[in-house]
Protein backbone atom coordinates (compact mmCIF):
# COMPACT_ATOMS: atom_id res chain seq x y z
CA UNK A 1 0.00 0.00 0.00
CA UNK A 2 3.14 2.43 -0.52
CA UNK A 3 2.61 3.41 -4.16
CA UNK A 4 -0.54 5.54 -3.60
CA UNK A 5 0.33 8.20 -6.18
CA UNK A 6 0.03 5.40 -9.02
CA UNK A 7 -3.28 4.11 -7.70
CA UNK A 8 -4.75 7.70 -7.96
CA UNK A 9 -3.02 8.12 -11.15
CA UNK A 10 -4.89 5.15 -12.66
CA UNK A 11 -8.40 5.92 -10.88
CA UNK A 12 -7.93 9.36 -12.76
CA UNK A 13 -7.27 7.34 -16.22
CA UNK A 14 -10.30 5.08 -15.07
CA UNK A 15 -12.50 7.89 -14.92
CA UNK A 16 -11.34 9.80 -17.74
CA UNK A 17 -11.76 6.35 -19.72
CA UNK A 18 -15.63 5.95 -18.68
CA UNK A 19 -15.97 9.73 -19.46
CA UNK A 20 -15.07 9.00 -22.88
CA UNK A 21 -17.19 6.10 -23.52
CA UNK A 22 -20.16 8.18 -22.01
CA UNK A 23 -19.55 10.76 -24.69
CA UNK A 24 -21.19 7.90 -26.96
CA UNK A 25 -24.43 7.16 -25.14
CA UNK A 26 -28.00 9.06 -25.64
CA UNK A 27 -28.14 12.17 -23.33
CA UNK A 28 -30.40 12.41 -20.59
CA UNK A 29 -32.43 15.61 -19.83
CA UNK A 30 -31.19 16.86 -17.10
CA UNK A 31 -33.96 18.20 -14.93
CA UNK A 32 -33.18 22.09 -14.27
CA UNK A 33 -36.28 22.87 -11.17
CA UNK A 34 -34.68 23.74 -8.13
CA UNK A 35 -34.83 20.98 -5.30
CA UNK A 36 -34.42 21.14 -1.48
CA UNK A 37 -33.95 17.52 0.53
CA UNK A 38 -32.51 16.65 3.64
CA UNK A 39 -31.88 13.67 5.91
CA UNK A 40 -31.81 14.21 9.92
CA UNK A 41 -30.37 11.34 12.00
CA UNK A 42 -29.91 10.66 15.38
CA UNK A 43 -27.66 7.48 16.27
CA UNK A 44 -26.31 5.84 19.40
CA UNK A 45 -22.85 6.31 17.67
CA UNK A 46 -21.72 8.80 15.10
CA UNK A 47 -19.49 6.88 12.01
CA UNK A 48 -17.88 10.01 10.19
CA UNK A 49 -18.36 10.68 6.26
CA UNK A 50 -15.07 8.37 6.58
CA UNK A 51 -16.51 5.53 8.50
CA UNK A 52 -12.86 4.81 9.59
CA UNK A 53 -13.36 7.20 11.89
CA UNK A 54 -16.24 7.79 14.92
CA UNK A 55 -17.00 10.34 17.83
CA UNK A 56 -17.45 7.36 20.14
CA UNK A 57 -21.13 8.58 21.52
CA UNK A 58 -24.49 9.73 20.32
CA UNK A 59 -24.88 12.32 17.45
CA UNK A 60 -27.41 14.13 15.45
CA UNK A 61 -26.03 14.56 11.67
CA UNK A 62 -27.87 16.86 9.21
CA UNK A 63 -27.64 16.49 5.58
CA UNK A 64 -28.88 19.33 3.43
CA UNK A 65 -28.89 19.28 -0.47
CA UNK A 66 -30.09 22.47 -2.77
CA UNK A 67 -30.10 21.57 -6.42
CA UNK A 68 -30.63 23.47 -9.74
CA UNK A 69 -29.45 21.96 -12.92
CA UNK A 70 -25.96 21.08 -12.85
CA UNK A 71 -24.90 22.43 -9.57
CA UNK A 72 -25.44 21.89 -5.84
CA UNK A 73 -24.74 23.12 -2.40
CA UNK A 74 -24.92 20.47 0.30
CA UNK A 75 -24.08 21.30 3.82
CA UNK A 76 -23.35 18.56 6.59
CA UNK A 77 -22.86 18.74 9.82
CA UNK A 78 -22.95 16.63 13.02
CA UNK A 79 -22.79 17.26 16.73
CA UNK A 80 -22.80 15.41 19.52
CA UNK A 81 -26.23 15.56 21.86
CA UNK A 82 -24.32 17.38 24.51
CA UNK A 83 -24.38 20.14 21.47
CA UNK A 84 -20.77 20.12 21.09
CA UNK A 85 -19.97 20.40 17.48
CA UNK A 86 -18.23 17.56 15.96
CA UNK A 87 -17.62 18.42 12.15
CA UNK A 88 -19.41 20.65 9.06
CA UNK A 89 -18.40 20.59 5.45
CA UNK A 90 -19.86 22.70 2.77
CA UNK A 91 -19.88 21.18 -0.98
CA UNK A 92 -20.33 22.53 -3.75
CA UNK A 93 -20.68 20.17 -6.24
CA UNK A 94 -20.99 20.25 -10.48
CA UNK A 95 -22.60 17.55 -12.43
CA UNK A 96 -19.67 17.23 -15.02
CA UNK A 97 -20.99 13.90 -17.50
CA UNK A 98 -24.59 13.29 -17.62
CA UNK A 99 -25.78 10.33 -19.44
CA UNK A 100 -28.75 7.55 -19.21
CA UNK A 101 -26.41 5.44 -17.54
CA UNK A 102 -23.17 7.30 -16.23
CA UNK A 103 -22.75 10.62 -14.61
CA UNK A 104 -19.35 12.02 -13.54
CA UNK A 105 -19.13 14.94 -10.61
CA UNK A 106 -16.89 17.04 -9.14
CA UNK A 107 -16.77 18.76 -6.10
CA UNK A 108 -14.80 21.08 -3.32
CA UNK A 109 -15.87 21.73 0.07
CA UNK A 110 -14.44 22.92 3.17
CA UNK A 111 -14.93 21.32 6.22
CA UNK A 112 -13.37 21.75 9.81
CA UNK A 113 -13.17 18.80 12.38
CA UNK A 114 -13.79 20.13 15.87
CA UNK A 115 -12.80 18.34 19.24
CA UNK A 116 -12.02 19.27 22.65
CA UNK A 117 -8.56 20.33 24.21
CA UNK A 118 -7.92 21.62 27.77
CA UNK A 119 -6.07 25.35 28.07
CA UNK A 120 -4.60 27.33 30.73
CA UNK A 121 -6.16 30.89 30.92
CA UNK A 122 -4.95 33.15 34.05
CA UNK A 123 -3.96 29.94 35.86
CA UNK A 124 -7.31 27.89 35.41
CA UNK A 125 -7.28 25.05 33.29
CA UNK A 126 -10.01 25.25 31.27
CA UNK A 127 -11.83 23.06 28.32
CA UNK A 128 -12.14 24.96 24.78
CA UNK A 129 -13.54 23.32 21.27
CA UNK A 130 -10.56 23.80 18.81
CA UNK A 131 -10.96 22.82 14.96
CA UNK A 132 -9.28 21.25 12.00
CA UNK A 133 -9.84 23.17 8.75
CA UNK A 134 -9.99 21.46 5.50
CA UNK A 135 -9.88 22.50 1.86
CA UNK A 136 -11.27 19.20 0.11
CA UNK A 137 -11.72 17.90 -3.95
CA UNK A 138 -14.03 15.22 -5.15
CA UNK A 139 -14.28 13.02 -8.19
CA UNK A 140 -16.97 10.75 -8.63
CA UNK A 141 -18.31 8.64 -11.59
CA UNK A 142 -21.46 6.97 -11.28
CA UNK A 143 -22.85 4.06 -13.19
CA UNK A 144 -26.11 3.56 -13.18
CA UNK A 145 -27.47 -0.04 -13.20
CA UNK A 146 -31.17 1.01 -12.61
CA UNK A 147 -33.55 3.74 -11.17
CA UNK A 148 -32.69 2.60 -8.08
CA UNK A 149 -29.51 1.16 -8.39
CA UNK A 150 -26.02 1.89 -9.20
CA UNK A 151 -22.06 1.57 -8.39
CA UNK A 152 -19.98 4.62 -8.11
CA UNK A 153 -16.41 5.68 -7.39
CA UNK A 154 -15.06 8.43 -5.28
CA UNK A 155 -12.07 10.23 -4.77
CA UNK A 156 -11.42 12.87 -2.13
CA UNK A 157 -7.97 15.05 -1.46
CA UNK A 158 -8.38 16.90 1.43
CA UNK A 159 -5.29 18.96 2.87
CA UNK A 160 -4.92 21.37 5.80
CA UNK A 161 -5.53 25.28 6.23
CA UNK A 162 -5.73 25.65 9.79
CA UNK A 163 -3.13 26.42 12.45
CA UNK A 164 -4.46 22.69 14.31
CA UNK A 165 -3.33 20.37 12.22
CA UNK A 166 -3.73 16.82 13.56
CA UNK A 167 -3.73 15.87 9.98
CA UNK A 168 -2.38 17.69 7.16
CA UNK A 169 -3.29 15.75 4.50
CA UNK A 170 -5.96 12.66 3.66
CA UNK A 171 -6.52 10.60 0.65
CA UNK A 172 -9.75 8.74 0.69
CA UNK A 173 -10.44 6.64 -2.54
CA UNK A 174 -13.98 4.34 -1.98
CA UNK A 175 -16.32 1.66 -3.93
CA UNK A 176 -20.00 1.56 -3.48
CA UNK A 177 -22.55 -0.45 -4.27
CA UNK A 178 -25.75 1.81 -3.72
CA UNK A 179 -29.15 -0.35 -3.95
CA UNK A 180 -32.22 2.32 -2.77
CA UNK A 181 -35.78 0.73 -2.73
CA UNK A 182 -35.70 -2.62 -2.35
CA UNK A 183 -38.62 -4.47 -2.59
CA UNK A 184 -39.77 -5.69 1.24
CA UNK A 185 -42.75 -6.98 0.61
CA UNK A 186 -46.09 -5.36 -0.01
CA UNK A 187 -45.69 -1.76 2.31
CA UNK A 188 -42.12 -2.21 3.25
CA UNK A 189 -38.47 -1.18 1.36
CA UNK A 190 -35.02 -1.96 2.11
CA UNK A 191 -31.88 0.07 1.12
CA UNK A 192 -28.39 -1.35 1.16
CA UNK A 193 -24.98 0.40 0.85
CA UNK A 194 -22.04 -2.10 0.92
CA UNK A 195 -18.54 -0.05 0.93
CA UNK A 196 -14.76 -0.73 0.03
CA UNK A 197 -12.45 2.34 0.57
CA UNK A 198 -8.85 3.25 1.06
CA UNK A 199 -7.70 5.83 3.25
CA UNK A 200 -4.15 7.50 2.81
CA UNK A 201 -3.40 9.96 5.89
CA UNK A 202 0.25 11.32 6.25
CA UNK A 203 2.61 8.51 5.44
CA UNK A 204 -0.13 5.98 7.02
CA UNK A 205 -2.72 3.88 5.17
CA UNK A 206 -5.43 1.49 5.42
CA UNK A 207 -8.10 -0.58 3.76
CA UNK A 208 -11.67 -0.99 5.17
CA UNK A 209 -14.79 -2.62 4.45
CA UNK A 210 -18.18 -1.05 5.45
CA UNK A 211 -21.80 -1.49 4.55
CA UNK A 212 -25.26 0.22 5.57
CA UNK A 213 -28.45 -1.47 5.67
CA UNK A 214 -31.70 -0.22 5.99
CA UNK A 215 -35.24 -0.36 6.16
CA UNK A 216 -38.38 1.66 5.81
CA UNK A 217 -42.12 1.95 5.90
CA UNK A 218 -43.31 3.14 1.60
CA UNK A 219 -46.20 5.60 3.65
CA UNK A 220 -43.48 6.83 6.20
CA UNK A 221 -40.24 9.31 5.60
CA UNK A 222 -38.50 7.44 8.45
CA UNK A 223 -35.36 4.53 7.97
CA UNK A 224 -34.24 2.52 10.53
CA UNK A 225 -30.68 1.92 9.53
CA UNK A 226 -27.46 0.53 10.77
CA UNK A 227 -23.59 0.60 10.09
CA UNK A 228 -20.52 -1.33 9.97
CA UNK A 229 -16.67 -0.69 9.88
CA UNK A 230 -14.47 -3.15 9.43
CA UNK A 231 -10.59 -2.21 8.82
CA UNK A 232 -9.53 -5.34 6.70
CA UNK A 233 -5.32 -3.97 6.87
CA UNK A 234 -4.35 -0.48 8.63
CA UNK A 235 -1.79 1.38 10.42
CA UNK A 236 -3.62 4.78 10.51
CA UNK A 237 -4.16 6.20 13.87
CA UNK A 238 -6.36 6.15 15.72
CA UNK A 239 -7.35 2.13 14.77
CA UNK A 240 -11.26 2.27 16.41
CA UNK A 241 -11.23 -1.58 15.03
CA UNK A 242 -15.09 -2.73 14.66
CA UNK A 243 -17.70 -0.01 14.64
CA UNK A 244 -21.33 -0.33 14.21
CA UNK A 245 -24.27 1.66 15.17
CA UNK A 246 -27.93 2.86 14.55
CA UNK A 247 -29.89 5.53 12.85
CA UNK A 248 -33.00 6.85 12.65
CA UNK A 249 -33.20 9.58 9.81
CA UNK A 250 -36.20 11.45 8.75
CA UNK A 251 -35.62 12.21 4.95
CA UNK A 252 -37.76 14.72 2.89
Known amino acids: MKHYKVVVCQVYLLIFSLALFAQDEDSTQLDKSFKFSGDISITNNGISLIPSF ?17 FSYEPQSGFSLEAKPWFTSHWLRY ?3 HRQVFD ?10 FFSSSIVSNGVVREAILAERFINLEVMPVYKISETSSISLMYWYGFNVGKEANTERLHFLTLNGNFFSIPLGKNWRGR ?7 LFQDGREGIYFSNTLGIAHRKLPLWLSSQINQ ?3 TNVEPNLGFLWNILLTYSF
Request: hydrophobic content about 50%; glycine content about 10%.
Open 192 to 198: LIPQVFY
Open 95 to 97: KLV
Open 104 to 113: LGIGTSFSAA
Open 54 to 70: ALGKPALLAFFSAKKGR
Open 231 to 233: PIR
